[in-house]
């Protein structure tokens, strides 16, 4: 079984671009987390995705936004991008809604902001 | 608040030894708790998930306790290896609603030759 796959594994942008990350969860995972993890902090939540809709957001200005497409693999768009971006973007993917099912962490993309 | 705490912050030990690492948390109500472990700039990978009635769960040289009165659970890691280095993320899980995890910061485990 595939795990979850995150695109593209590294990634340099300028300030004041935008990007936008990529993620496939588990066949038949619905659910979709996205975490930003910066350097040596915790895990802060960002975005949930389930069925399509967005279901829940971290604490996060609007220009982090995605969405899920109808295959469940989702998009994380980060606009005017800032120094302070810069980070280890995880996605996760689960078969149930509220974390009762295990959560699949994907291998990240690093984002670094210059 | 629902909180996770996670201790020490960092630790080092020699190849070969023991260690433990705790969590303590304030989630409620309580769904269950995994332990995961991530390398450096990867994707955390799970060890250990426990429910409320689970005391001990092993994977290997891990074991994972979970005393569920005192809201605290424990990772112990048996005879150290090299590959062991690695951040070791607490994770508590609520009842009630949904994306309801809560992260630990994690403990920073550097084991030397």
């Known amino acids: 079984e595939a795990g979850v796959t995150q695109s593209p594994t590294h990634l340099i942008k300028t300030r004041g671009q935008q990007v936008t990350l990529r993620c496939s969860p588990i066949?038949?995972?619905?659910?979709v987390y996205w975490y930003q993890q910066a350097l040596g902090l915790g895990l802060q939540f960002l975005l949930w995705?389930?069925?399509?809709?967005?279901?829940n957001r971290g604490n996060f200005p609007p220009r982090f936004s995605g969405r899920q497409f109808p295959n469940y693999s989702s998009e994380l768009n980060v606009n005017a991008l800032e120094l302070e971006d810069s980070a280890l973007y995880l996605c996760?993917?689960?078969?149930?809604?509220?974390?009762?099912?295990?959560?699949?962490f994907g291998s990240g993309t690093r984002l670094t902001v210059v | 608040k629902n909180q996770v705490e996670q201790s020490p912050q960092s630790l080092i030990i020699l190849e070969g030894k023991n260690c433990t690492l705790q969590?303590?948390?304030?989630?409620?109500?309580?769904?269950?708790l995994r332990w995961y472990k991530q390398d450096t700039g990867r994707g955390p990978v799970s060890l250990t998930i426990?429910?409320?009635?689970?005391n001990t769960k092993s994977n290997g040289r891990y074991t994972a306790t979970l005393d569920a009165d005192t809201k605290q659970s424990s990772l112990h890691i048996t005879a150290s290896q090299l590959s062991d280095s690695a951040s070791y993320i607490c994770v508590v899980s609520q009842k009630t609603g949904a994306n309801n995890l809560f992260f630990g910061t994690g403990t920073r485990l550097t084991v030397i030759p």
């Open positions: 995705y389930d069925e399509g809709e967005e279901r």
């Open positions: 066949s038949g995972h619905t659910s």
């Open positions: 969590c303590n948390y304030t989630v409620s109500p309580f769904s269950n």
């Open positions: 996760a993917s689960s078969s149930y809604r509220g974390g009762d099912y295990g959560y699949t």
């Open positions: 426990m429910t409320f009635s689970e």
